[in-house]
């Protein structure tokens, strides 16, 4: 597996040193000497260093202080002008004309450019919200299948954190803005302006992407009481007026885990092992020296082992993504089809876990007359999941644990050995069972606009229905398996799971719709006076059913449906849920001569989760720019700076994510009690489940932002914003004041507050080197920070363990430490636990009173999410050749990095070569622990670590055919590239992922690692 990850990177490195190889002019027979001048469109000034090349070659010049050139070409060639922060021109040679003046015209793309906001699209120049963007094919650069894990290090404020490998479970957890409730805080998530679509976003294909925006702060507020986490707009591509295109793109990529630990060594964790038998239980060793000896020199490999469980178990994974599209039309009718397939194996070399996923999307446009217009969306998605019985992260645990002493198979057989009752290899080939999950998503939306310019000049109206289906299948076939041991007469088998088999099989389905209809307003007034707005209605409702049933003792492990189980082991349950909603939200844009700038957004939002009386809000946001580049004194002295505007913005949002019908009392169906006298049964009966909150509300989140944008040189972009957010009425439980003997379940109130502060800046830059090599750099800073400022706490809670006045994620309580005892003196001289040895961690005393004990606990201020997120975005173009880089880092996060071992499991190589022993009483770790048999392995800060890093998160090197090359075929373009993802990483974590997250202290590096991929692909427009 290593051999191959370094071929591959290898062949990367040659493959980048090829790109600085000049490639060969093609040859001509019959040429002509042309000249002339390139001038500005703006003020008729020269233009110094515009390229000037023939289509199809290297051959080309650069026009002099004068804006000349001159150059010999073909008798039929094509000249391409271009020069940064102009569009570019093309002129075509004819016979008998030497001289071609050419003018190009600036470009104010970023000017001109036009980015999605909620329920409608805005001049980036004119937005006066805190807005972030990117483009799809940015998105679809990264060789990856989800979404989630390509946004980050892109969009400023966005976190995101891939905490795990494993196929068709690989989503980022996403915040914007960091975290500012203790409850949900994940973010409304609205494609082709639909909100809580069926599939979401992060299982759309890429190459169907056209652009991905957030919005944060008022912006946001049009959205309402989903609003407070932020807004994260997904819009699919259109079809535009042109020519029929057919556009294939497909790659293949090599995946393996970013990190695989380095674990100790057969004749190490021997030695191990000896030192917890004698150091922390005072027996005697478990090894003598000659069978370490063994263990070390391989003299009886039967016997004694060095089993690599990673090595023997992990390989090299294989995924691959595939999209055929179709786009074209006419001033009528515009379309965009496509059809997608992706596939990602897992790491492990029997694997029986895979994804496979097919998309088709159909996207059209109908303007049959000049005041109607029709759109109708049309999307399908199949997602199959496969995977062992155990999931991956079991499997992941199982080689992490496995004792390098111990074969995974007898030598010469392919007989499993037992340990903790599972085998790495069994668990991954499916030996033991499966599980299988299909999910299909269908989205339709039809839209229907119409001007009425017989009414008034910009009046129209919108209308829309857009219909979610989902459907959910589940299987977890759990098969009799056997594991075996080594005697005199051979090998014995042992029987692990069911009898035969036992089967779970679920399946579920749900149905959203979408209804909306608004009236919109847009007109000009004189000369300067622009105004735009529209009012609008919308409802949904949603329907859910499950349905599950079980049954155990199967006939036989070939049979795996219901039907085959024993009818006496079946049990069966199922629900449904309904929910609704209505609202009435508009926005009111208004401007002077571009200059100055106003927005007014307003939600009037209904939920079914509140009573009467609390069950709509009125969520208002309000927004102002000044862009003084327009005003005529900065014309005058700072004309460089093409773009300059100040912004500001409040706005109240909220927060529904909870549990429905709170408000009322809530009773449970179940078994209830126990009755019958001398033969007593359980007996059905309805309980009670929760005490009722008719004052049940949203939470609201109230938001400030400044800042700036400027556009200088027509070359460089800036932009900062300082924000914060006060977040009132949290929804949370009073579980924490009220003892556990009472018995009783609260609903949610809204007491809690907390708040959240911050800073984002971008800033992006393109330029030239020589008239062959532009360059782009671009970056991002985001960081965040927030506190809680009150929650529900005990009286009694002890001052340092409160978390009133601690970050939101701050759940780590846990000993303080100040290091090892190294010696005798310093354990007898220190308070410590009772079992406490040297070699041990040492706790502080915190409170003071001579005894450590749970009272010296304290609640730390460090959190696994981000502080600081940030992007480096680098671009080389030389000729036809592009590279394009991504590094993308975070900065104060941490992790618990306390690996479950002992004689539960193996050790990390690190732990055992820097351990302390008596001979080596000043090393970084403490003395061999087992598991928290010693305080080493209580939770304490010895092992909470920096989680920090930096990543090459991607890399792609592409080279696109000259059009000389493709003029006989039935091509227009073809374009292969090679790209990485996640080949480098810079933390200070050893043996760990630095995104990987633990859920207690045994649990981390149990996730299956995010991968590092290369990656080969082709694309090709017909």
Avoid at 2 to 17: D, G, S
Wanted: charge should be negative; charged fraction near 20%; proline fraction near 4%.
């Amino acid at each position: 597996m290593k051999e191959i990850k370094n071929f591959l990177r290898n062949l990367l490195l040659v493959v980048t040193f090829l790109s600085a190889m000049p490639l060969p002019t093609v040859a001509q027979t019959a040429r002509v000497k042309v000249n002339g001048t390139v001038t500005s469109g703006t003020d008729g000034e020269p233009l110094i260093g515009v390229n000037v090349v023939e289509r199809g070659t290297a051959n080309g010049v650069v026009t002099d202080f004068n804006g000349a050139y001159e150059l010999s070409v073909a008798a039929d060639a094509r000249l391409d002008f271009s020069y940064i922060g102009f569009l570019g021109a093309q002129v075509a040679i004819t016979a008998g004309t030497t001289v071609y003046n050419v003018v190009l015209k600036e470009d104010n793309t970023a000017l001109e450019e036009v980015v999605v906001v909620g329920y409608g699209t805005q001049k980036k120049v004119t937005v006066t919200g805190s807005i972030a963007s990117t483009a799809g094919k940015e998105i679809a650069s990264v060789p990856i299948t989800n979404v989630t894990n390509s946004l980050v290090g892109r969009l400023p404020g966005l976190i995101a954190v891939n905490p795990k490998g494993e196929p068709g479970y690989d989503d980022s957890n996403i915040l914007i803005r960091g975290k500012s409730t203790t409850g949900d805080a994940s973010p409304l998530i609205v494609v082709d302006g639909v909100a809580d679509r069926a599939g979401g976003f992060a299982r759309i294909d890429p190459q169907d992407i056209e652009s991905v925006t957030i919005l944060k702060d008022a912006s946001a507020a049009i959205y309402g009481s989903r609003a407070a986490n932020g807004v994260i707009l997904v819009q699919t591509k259109r079809g535009q007026e042109g020519r029929f295109r057919v556009v294939y793109g497909g790659n293949v990529g090599f995946s393996t885990p970013a990190v695989i630990p380095e674990m100790a060594e057969s004749w190490q964790y021997a030695q191990l092992l000896n030192e917890i038998e004698t150091g922390i239980y005072g027996r005697s060793e478990r090894y003598t020296s000659e069978e370490i000896q063994k263990f070390k020199d391989g003299t009886d490999p039967l016997n004694y082992p060095n089993t690599d469980a990673f090595n023997e178990v992990i390989g090299t994974a294989m995924q691959t993504q595939h999209n055929v599209s179709l786009s074209g039309g006419t001033n009528t009718v515009r379309f965009f089809s496509s059809f997608g397939y992706q596939y990602q194996d897992n790491y492990y070399k029997k694997s029986v876990s895979n994804y496979n996923q097919y998309n088709l999307r159909s996207n059209v446009d109908i303007t049959p007359h000049k005041n109607f217009s029709a759109s109708v969306n049309l999307s399908a998605r199949q997602e199959d999941r496969n995977s062992p019985r155990s999931g991956s992260e079991s499997i992941w645990r199982s080689i992490r644990v496995k004792f390098p002493t111990q074969h995974i198979v007898y030598p010469g057989t392919d007989y499993p050995i037992a340990q903790d009752g599972t085998n790495p290899l069994s668990a991954s080939d499916g030996s033991m069972g499966y599980q299988k999950s299909v999910s299909n998503y269908y989205n339709g939306d039809l839209s229907l606009h119409f001007d009425l310019p017989f009414i008034t000049q910009g009046l129209s109206v919108d209308g829309g229905l857009y219909l979610d289906l989902f459907s959910y299948q589940y299987k977890n076939f759990y098969k009799q398996y056997f594991f075996y041991t080594r005697n005199e007469d051979g090998y014995a088998a042992s029987a692990y799971g069911p009898n035969n088999a036992s089967l779970t099989h679920e399946m579920s389905r749900s149905r959203g719709v979408t209804l909306n209809g608004r009236i919109n307003y847009e007109r000009r007034f004189g000369r300067a006076h622009n105004l735009k707005a529209f009012a609008a209605y919308e409802q949904y409702t949603y329907r859910y059913d499950f349905l599950n049933g079980y049954r155990e003792n199967f006939i036989s492990t070939s049979i795996d449906q219901l039907f085959a189980g024993d009818r006496t082991t079946a049990s069966n349950t199922g629900t449904a849920s309904e929910s609704a909603r209505m609202n009435y939200f508009g926005r009111l844009d208004y401007d002077y001569d571009g200059k100055y700038l106003f927005q007014f957004n307003w939600r009037y939002d209904g939920s079914q989760n509140f009573p009467k009386g609390k069950r709509f809000g009125f969520f208002p946001g309000v927004s102002f720019g000044w862009r003084l580049s327009e005003e005529d004194f900065w014309k005058e002295h700072l004309s460089f700076i093409e773009n300059f505007k100040l912004r500001g913005s409040y706005g109240q949002m909220g927060n529904d994510k909870v549990d429905p019908f709170q408000y009322i009392t809530s009773y449970t169906f179940d078994y209830s009690a126990v009755l019958g006298g001398s033969t007593p049964q359980q007996q059905t009966g309805v309980w009670q489940s929760r005490t009722p909150n008719p004052a049940i509300t949203w939470e609201i989140a109230t938001t400030y932002n400044l800042g700036l944008d400027a556009y200088l040189w027509n070359s460089l972009q800036f932009s900062l914003d300082f924000f914060r957010s006060e977040r009132g009425n949290i929804l949370a439980t009073r579980d924490a004041s009220l003892p556990a003997f009472s018995g009783l379940s609260l609903p949610d109130e809204n007491f809690g507050e907390c708040f959240s502060r911050g800073f984002e800046t971008i800033l992006d830059y393109t330029g030239h080197i020589t008239k062959d090599l532009q360059f782009r750099i671009g970056g991002n800073l985001s960081y965040s920070t927030n506190r809680i400022r009150f929650i529900d706490e005990p009286s009694n809670v002890l001052e340092w363990q409160r978390r009133t006045g601690k970050p939101i994620d701050a759940t780590w309580v846990m000993y303080r430490s100040d290091g090892i005892f190294r010696t005798l003196e310093e354990l007898e001289d220190y308070p410590h636990l009772p079992n406490a040895g040297v070699g041990d961690v040492r706790f502080v005393d915190v409170n003071n009173d001579g005894t450590i004990n749970g009272n010296d606990q304290v609640r730390l201020s460090e959190t696994g999410t981000p502080e600081w997120i940030y992007g480096v975005n680098l671009g080389l173009n030389w000729r036809r050749w592009s590279l394009s880089s991504l590094w993308q880092g975070a900065g104060n996060v941490w992790t618990y990095q306390f690996f479950e071992a002992g004689t539960i499991g193996n050790f990390t190589k690190d732990f055992y070569e820097n351990r302390w022993t008596p001979d080596t009483p000043n090393s970084r770790y403490p003395r061999t622990y087992n598991l928290d048999t010693t305080p080493t392995g209580l939770q304490n800060t010895f092992w909470l670590n920096s989680a920090s890093y930096v990543r090459l998160k991607s890399v792609e090197l592409s080279y696109s055919l000259p059009a000389t090359a493709l003029r006989n075929s039935f091509m227009e373009n073809l374009r292969v590239y090679v790209s990485g993802y996640n080949l480098l990483t810079f933390t200070h974590l050893r043996d760990l992922d630095p995104e990987s997250k633990s859920s207690d202290k045994y649990s981390e590096g149990a996730d299956t690692p995010q991968t590092q991929v290369i990656n080969f692909g082709i694309n090709i427009t017909f």
